[in-house]
């Protein structure tokens, strides 16, 4: 159905004659409009849930018939599935980054919790909607677990190099990640904290703890 919609052009935004006007997705590539259909989704996903929104709030967000949805996607686990896939594919390109840029195990060690943190903090919708607890393909669920590997993979090197504490690798992978993630629930860019004082308090946090020294040769 959705490639005899394609071909036919049902359902797709005017570019040109009339109403093309009225069309904000007119000066828009095919990549921007996915995209503003992703972000707005998300976005109703966190505020709404997946359950509590429909096909017709997203249009309705946007303006758009019903239509214009379903020239691009088939139903609304399509679009969660996208966002899921979008939001993988956007930290491990941060990895990537990591991986480029720093040599030392403790640089790669921070560096990959403020990639993390920066992720979440800039797709704050897309990330609250991609750790949903829904029925998604088995190739994402496999694509989240490698995610998570591979992140242990610097908890592992950092354990080895003697710069992150001795504990078990795969429970310090999970309480690291879980740490970030729940930036999710709370924060807001119009709090009084900026994404770079957030990035800051929560990567000192997690490398350093909130132990002082006085209390640590106290208990000691």
């Keep these: 159905m959705k ?7 049902v ?13 904000p997705f007119g000066s828009m590539t095919q990549e921007e409009r996915r995209t503003l ?27 758009f018939a019903k239509s214009v ?16 896939d979008r939001a993988l594919a956007e930290v491990n390109k941060q990895l990537d980054k990591v991986e480029a840029r720093y040599g030392s195990s403790k640089e790669r060690m921070e560096a990959a919790i403020r990639a993390h943190l920066r992720s979440v903090l800039r797709n704050r919708s897309l990330t609250a909607a991609h750790l949903s607890d829904l029925d998604l393909s088995e190739e994402t669920r496999m694509n989240q677990r490698a995610y998570t590997m591979r992140f242990q993979r610097f908890v592992e090197d ?21 740490v970030c993630n729940a930036l999710t629930t709370w924060y807001s860019p119009s709090g009084p904290l900026g994404p770079k004082e957030v990035e800051d308090f929560y990567t000192s946090f997690i490398l350093h703890g909130s132990a002082t020294p006085l209390f640590d040769s106290e208990v000691a």
Excluded: C
Aim: net charge negative; charged share 25%.
């Design 158 to 178: 950092g354990i080895a190099a003697g710069v992150v504490r001795d504990l078990d690798p795969k429970i310090l992978t999970f309480a690291i990640l879980n």
């Design 3 to 9: 490639h005899e919609q394609r071909r036919r052009g």
């Design 37 to 63: 259909f992703l972000e707005t989704a998300a976005r109703l996903f966190e505020a709404k849930g997946y359950s509590n929104t429909s096909v017709q709030d997203i249009t309705d967000e946007l303006g």
């Design 69 to 84: 949805f379903y020239y691009y996607w088939d139903n609304k686990m399509e679009i969660l599935q996208e966002i899921h």
């Design 11 to 23: 359902g797709r935004p005017p570019k040109t004659g009339p109403g093309a006007e009225d069309n």
